[in-house]
């Protein structure tokens, strides 16, 4: 181990959580301190989610020295708090690779570790599947014991917890769950939620008001005693604003500080001993806590590169050029700049999504609506209907939580709402969680959608300009993550013709038909392909919803072989050209076709350029399948 890394001998002797049980409650505390010392080491390396794990140290390691995992089951809300988890579940060895090709997750997952019992990287799944699991261990799963689920105040307001909370309250089942609130997500969090939370801690900790109360009544002769209930239960709807999480089944407890080690203990030995139906233990907690850096940064370094420890500087590479999210937020802004009707409409995202940018420039049109993806396509359906120009703009892989809106709220009723899909293609590090794989089956699936892909940044710019423009029917368009191509940038977008794609280089024997992002390693292929002898057509479609028929059907009556590649599952614009092109008989000719999509299989975490390699969608493998295709495989070969 490095000189520079923390002394940690506590928890030098720690590999498996059993190993907890013998520390006193002073040696816990320590533990915990150097814990977060190795927490911030590691992720100094490796970068990644920093912020939430050292808000959960000393709820981690409470958690661990009460409770008997892997039979009782830990289940991680969004997974993203982790590290420490991981560090004291026996991969503290392997905890330097977090992120890396073949290294350990971001977040929790099944195949990793037996205490991952419930993979995670979205948020608001943890009470569903611990109840699941409750459920289980009642009918006679004899592998599993206790169920807790650590979620956070931004994922508790997302409907599907409180759908789940419901469940349990009505069930009545053995289950404990931990409001982790640090009054942040990545985001500050929004809506009544976060004001109930507010009122609840406002004064003081409630937990101890209530045991109060109940010693009181118990001092009373037993006529008396009824008459005190009812009257406590009044002054404390009155004192906290009515406690909904009783009301939904669960006994409350809370709020505590999620950062006292002797509260922590003491609480949660006290439900385990004794709870006998659901319970939420409520405790406060600093997102960043314990590290100077990360408690004044503005997101509490919620996503970190590498950096250096003593001064918390990032070490991130200088840009070549600007973001795809960056220019997607400015030419937004240059569009509802002309356009008062634009409104913009995040789901907790407004950094992620570069609506922070349009925030600052019109803060009475953009609107961030919480960790809700179906609520936020609804009401940008109902802004459409009400006359607005809504751009909902959400992550490829967090739109698949809103699928049902979309189709029922937007595609059927034809409401002119722009989905602005960041995050299209792999995306490296977060992995196939958050792998925008989809979303081209999905939505060009629909009646009278129009679905686009932008193949660089000046493209993106157009695009949103189409969008802005399209104002008769819902419409779409990807874009990747990470810098733009260097490409020579328009001052303002402008409109394309729907359905229109175009041609940028004019050849012949073969055609490769580009959708979005990899137009540049096709162009790669062809100038490659170049030096053998070989010049085929590349075109850009721009369009999977309404395809380019004549443009297509162009290309394969003046060519052999036409290929067709996208950043998308099998079922998305290479199996609509497929279908174009079957309908119309060209099979029945002998056109040689070939489609590039995405493997049917989950891409685990590495940079994206070896994710690409791993599906075959780099250059390289683009000019080997035009080289089979064309029967030119052993030739090329031979020549290689």
Not at 92 to 109: E, H, K, Q, Y
Not at 327 to 344: S, T
Request: charged share 20%.
């Amino acid at each position: 181990m490095s000189d520079t890394r923390p002394k940690t001998p506590l928890l030098d002797r720690v590999d498996v959580p059993a190993d907890l049980k013998g520390l006193t409650n002073a040696e816990l505390r320590q533990l915990a301190d150097e814990l977060r010392a190795e927490t911030i080491s590691a992720v100094s390396e490796t970068g990644g989610h920093l912020g939430a794990g050292l808000g959960v140290v000393e709820l981690t390691v409470a958690i661990h020295a009460v409770f008997n995992a892997p039979k009782d089951k830990l289940i991680w809300d969004v997974g993203h708090q982790c590290y420490p988890h991981k560090i004291l579940t026996g991969r503290r060895d392997r905890i330097r690779t977090l992120r890396a090709g073949g290294g350990l997750s971001g977040f929790t997952r099944r195949a990793e570790s037996p205490y991952d019992p419930f993979g995670a990287a979205h948020s608001s799944t943890s009470i569903s599947a611990g109840l699941g699991f409750a459920v289980a261990r009642d009918l006679g799963c004899e592998g599993v014991g206790d169920v807790v689920a650590v979620i956070g105040d931004g994922a508790i307001s997302a409907g599907m917890a409180y759908e789940a909370m419901n469940n349990a309250g009505h069930m009545d089942r053995r289950l404990i769950v931990i409001l982790n609130d640090n009054e942040m997500s990545i985001a500050p969090p929004v809506g009544a939620m976060s004001s109930y939370l507010s009122r609840l801690y406002a004064g003081a900790p409630f937990q101890d008001f209530k045991a109060a109360a109940k010693g009181a009544v118990r001092l009373l002769p037993q006529p008396f005693q009824d008459g005190a209930k009812r009257a406590r239960e009044l002054v404390k709807a009155a004192t906290v604003g009515g406690t909904l999480f009783e009301e939904l089944g669960f006994s409350y407890v809370g709020p505590i500080d999620g950062h006292d080690m002797e509260q922590l203990l003491s609480i949660l030995r006290t439900v385990k001993a004794r709870a006998d139906g659901p319970v939420l233990i409520h405790a406060l907690t600093r997102k960043g806590k314990g590290y100077a850096p990360a408690e004044e940064s503005s997101d509490r370094y919620h996503g970190v590169a590498t950096f250096d420890v003593v001064t918390g500087a990032q070490k991130k590479s200088p840009s070549n050029a600007p973001t795809y999210t960056k220019v997607f937020a400015n030419a937004l802004i240059r569009e509802a700049e002309e356009d008062k009707r634009i409104v913009a409409v995040t789901a907790a995202m407004p950094d992620g999504t570069g609506l922070d940018l349009f925030a600052r420039r019109f803060p009475e049109r953009c609107f961030d609506v919480g960790i809700a993806e179906q609520h936020a396509v609804t009401f940008c359906a109902g802004m459409a209907a009400g006359g607005l120009k809504p751009f909902c703009t959400i992550y490829s892989t967090f739109l698949q939580r809103g699928y049902d809106q979309v189709v029922h709220d937007v595609a059927i009723q034809s409401l002119p709402v722009r989905f602005a899909i960041d995050r299209a293609g792999l995306v490296g590090a977060d992995g196939p969680t958050h792998a925008g794989a989809f979303d081209i089956a999905f939505l060009a699936c629909l009646p009278n959608f129009v679905v686009m892909a932008a193949a660089d940044e000046a493209e993106l710019v157009h695009m949103v300009a189409t969008a802005a423009a399209l104002d008769d029917r819902p419409s779409a368009f990807r874009y990747p993550r990470g810098e733009g191509m260097g490409v020579e940038m328009p001052e303002r977008g402008v409109p394309l013709e729907i359905g229109r794609g175009r041609i940028l280089q004019e050849g012949r024997g073969a055609a490769i038909l580009s959708f979005g992002a990899r137009l540049g390693e096709c162009l790669k292929a062809a100038e490659s392909l170049g030096a053998r002898g070989i010049r085929p057509t590349v075109a850009d479609a721009r369009f999977a919803k309404p395809l380019d028929r004549d443009l297509i059907l162009g290309l394969v009556a003046g060519h052999e072989a036409l290929i067709t590649i996208e950043e998308g599952s099998v079922g998305g614009f290479g199996s609509h050209v497929a279908q174009l092109l079957a309908e119309a008989g060209v099979f029945d000719r002998g056109l040689k076709f070939r489609s590039m999509v995405l493997p049917d299989s989950f891409i685990q975490q590495d940079s994206p350029a070896r994710m690409y390699e791993v599906a075959a969608m780099n250059a390289a493998q683009i000019e080997a399948r035009v080289l089979d295709l064309m029967g030119l495989a052993q030739v090329g070969a031979r020549r290689a």
